[in-house]
């Protein structure tokens, strides 16, 4: 089974600042990686798929990238709505896993 | 629009059973994967099952092997995830999510997500 450790769990920062979340894989995942933006009490949103692809409608501001164990999202300037808890997920191998999220909140 | 409404969720006691339904609309249904994710409350996302478009493929996450069973009806546009014995660990927030691209015989991502039904294990 492949595990997923994102880091840091918090990241606390300011609107405007650039975000940086890092999600590692136990091994090779190719770049069968997403990340997804959860909000309280909502459901999570595809951001980012296979790696660095952003998805339909999501802003330039979140990028991704990395292969094979390592990754990383990138929000260049955040806005207020983009304080959230953020997951990567990997589709290589059964099981699909998730990682355990990192919230980011405001400073 | 694409919409997924999940229903069926509720209180029941452990070693009991659910039947969660997703009824979806606004795409071809028969043409996606569908996939069931579960979120304990205050925690991360944990995938629970996967069935391809045609329903000829079925996976199951470890903790739900041989209880759960998912199953869809293409000439209904609606997913399904019958949970048997039910556990404490069980209790979650169960989302159905419709794949990001069509006649994958691959899972794929998670693009579109319903809203959620709660399942709550207790006595």
């Known amino acids: 089974e492949i595990v997923l450790t994102q880091s840091p769990a918090t990241l606390s920062l300011s609107p405007g600042e650039r975000a940086t979340l890092s999600c590692r894989a136990s091994q090779s995942v190719s770049s069968y990686l997403a990340w997804y933006q959860q909000k309280p009490g909502q459901a999570p949103r595809l951001l980012i798929y296979?790696?660095?692809n952003r998805a339909t409608g999501i802003p330039a501001r979140f990028s991704g990238s990395g292969s094979g164990t390592d990754f990383t999202l990138i929000i260049s300037s955040l806005e207020p709505e983009d304080f959230a808890v953020y997951y990567c997920?990997?589709?290589?191998?059964?099981?699909?896993?998730f990682g355990q999220g990192t919230k980011l909140e405001i400073k | 629009q694409v919409q997924l409404v999940e229903s069926g969720g509720g209180v029941v006691q452990p070693g009991g059973s659910l039947r969660l339904s997703c009824a979806a609309s606004g795409f071809t249904f028969s043409s996606y994967g569908m996939h069931w994710v579960r979120q304990a409350p205050g925690k991360g996302l944990e995938w629970v099952a996967f069935i391809r478009y045609d329903g000829s493929k079925k996976d199951y996450a470890d903790s739900v092997k041989g209880r759960f069973t998912i199953s869809r009806d293409n000439s209904k546009n609606t997913l399904y995830l019958q949970m048997n014995s039910l556990r404490a660990e069980d209790t979650a927030m169960y989302y159905c999510?419709?794949?990001?691209?069509?006649?994958?015989?691959?899972?794929?991502?998670?693009?579109?997500w319903g809203q959620g039904t709660l399942v709550t294990v207790s006595s």
């Open positions: 296979d790696a660095s």
């Open positions: 997920q990997q589709r290589s191998n059964w099981p699909y896993s």
């Open positions: 999510s419709k794949e990001d691209d069509s006649r994958s015989w691959y899972p794929r991502y998670f693009q579109h």
